[in-house]
């Protein structure tokens, strides 16, 4: 059965970047898997009085069941008119590879989708980019396009090295696609491990620095294409405390070097209207339920290891709308 995005009380994207462009910050977008992940975001977004995207990749979706996530998705709705009445989000489909899968998506509510063709050539490219955009441009859904490709895992999108956006193809593909938004490659990376140990330098206190983005690309894609949304995937800065209260409650992760807080941040007060955080949110909870496991190892109510997760993930959207994203206290201005 088809429905309507707008049923379940959700937006597309088009005012909430149209309003970070101007107000130069940047939407969060939050992938979740579960319920718990959805009341972290919902609730830390209301509190902090964030517009957000809730993002759901292919692999995610199939996990939920679709059925299932189209009332998850008006129940959130509905929360949020408890916690924050004005606040309004969109629901987006994060790397969707085929037209049937966007098809998909806006038929049963999704009101913002993504079409990743950048594994294609740039003629192939375009020609999946325009069939999503016609249909979606149809049902008032706006869509996200790719150039560039970044490296490491998420869910079923796996690239072993990334390619920067080449700038000279930003217009052509815009004019002849339609999309509303550009995801672009500037050293983002998806994943936990974002760097190899050999591409950093040592800070003054012997932490691993990454090699800085590549704000050169972007400022000249900027000039090439004016006051249109950017996005970045792969944006998460891999919290530090995170890794290390899972690697000190029995987990193993090596090596997890993220993107640098106040480079995201100089990112938002540019073109980047969009900014994906996926990784930064696993490695909460994961971290809180290693911890409660180590502390309370005859625990076995999920309530008991979820709930605490739940609120580590909560606090922590709320420090990254803050200070991250600046998208705090901006959902008056776009939906009051």
């Known amino acids: 059965m088809k429905v309507s995005y707008k049923d379940l009380g959700l937006v597309n994207t088009k005012e909430m970047f149209r309003q970070a462009f101007i107000g130069k910050f940047a939407i969060p977008a939050y992938n979740f898997n579960n ?8 609730s830390g977004c209301a509190e902090s009085d964030s517009p957000f995207i809730l993002q759901v990749s292919s692999g995610a979706r199939k996990y939920a069941n679709q059925t299932l996530l189209r009332y998850m998705a008006q129940g959130a709705s509905e929360l949020l008119k408890e916690l924050n009445p004005h606040l309004k989000f969109a629901l987006h489909l994060d790397h969707g590879d085929t ?11 999704f009101s913002s989708v993504m079409i990743d063709g950048s594994h294609h050539s740039f003629k192939d490219n375009v020609e999946l980019t325009k069939k999503v955009v016609q249909y979606a441009h149809d049902h008032d859904v706006t869509v996200e396009g790719e150039l560039g490709v970044l490296a490491g895992i998420e869910d079923d999108v796996v690239a072993a090295h990334s390619t920067y956006t080449r700038p000279e193809e930003v217009e052509e593909f815009v004019k002849k696609t339609g999309v509303d938004s550009l995801a672009i490659s500037i050293g983002t990376s998806h994943g936990a491990n974002k760097f190899k140990p050999a591409q950093c330098t040592k800070g003054p206190d012997g932490t691993l620095l990454p090699p800085p983005l590549r704000f050169d690309i972007l400022e000249e894609v900027e000039k090439r294409i004016p006051g249109f949304p950017i996005v970045l995937h792969g944006a998460s800065s891999v919290v530090a405390k995170y890794v290390d209260m899972i690697n000190s409650s029995g987990g193993k992760i090596e090596n997890a070097i993220g993107i640098p807080e106040e480079q995201l941040r100089k990112a938002a007060r540019s073109a980047v209207c969009k900014i994906n955080i996926d990784s930064d949110g696993r490695l909460a909870l994961t971290a809180i339920i290693r911890k409660v496991f180590k502390d309370n190892p005859k ?3 999920p309530r008991k290891y979820l709930g605490p997760a739940r609120d580590e993930l909560k606090a922590m959207i709320v420090a990254k709308n803050n200070n991250v994203l600046g998208s705090a206290g901006k959902g008056k201005i776009i939906f009051g």
Not at 36 to 42: F, H, K, M, N, S
Not at 99 to 109: A, H, R, V, Y
Request: aromatic fraction near 4%.
């Open 35 to 42: 319920m718990e992940q959805l009341q972290a975001i919902v």
């Open 99 to 109: 037209l049937e899968l966007c098809k998909s998506c806006i038929d049963t509510g």
């Open 299 to 301: 625990e076995f109510d």
